[in-house]
Nanobody, 115 residues
Framework: QVQLVESGGDLVQPGGSLRLSCAAS????????MSWYRQVPGKERELVAT???????MYADSVKGRFTISRDNAKNTVYLQMNTLRPEDAAVYYC?????????WGQGTQVTVSS
């Protein structure tokens, strides 16, 4: 069974930075489309960024220029570098793996942006 484990969530001040990690097991991140989503209570889960099998990246308009998605094939891990964080970026961030047939989700990591 594919497993995804997120880490890196924390409390950070506005304007600060965080790097989230998503470590995969039982499959290779380079063979799948990997995405980061986020969700706040009472709202739908929102797509933040995607890196495809070919390495193409896509971002939500709200994070373009501030967030960067990347992967380390040797570590089988996907990252989300988040810079210039805003209070509205606060959410639980989830990693998703899509193999063309099935979506797998991690358990989420909490990001809090507050002074």
């Amino acid at each position: 069974q594919v497993q995804l484990v997120e880490s890196g969530g924390d409390l950070v001040q506005p304007g600060g930075s965080l790097r989230l990690s998503c470590a995969a097991s039982k499959t290779s991140v380079s063979l799948n489309n990997m995405s980061w989503y986020r969700q706040v209570p009472g709202k739908e889960r929102e797509l933040v960024a995607t890196i495809t099998r070919s390495g193409s990246t896509m971002y939500a308009d709200s994070v373009k220029g501030r967030f960067t998605i990347s992967r380390d094939n040797a570590k089988n891990t996907v990252y989300l570098q988040m810079n210039t964080l805003r209070p509205e970026d606060a959410a639980v961030y989830y990693c998703r793996l899509n193999n063309g047939y099935v979506n797998y989700w991690g358990q989420g990591t909490q990001v809090t942006v507050s002074s």
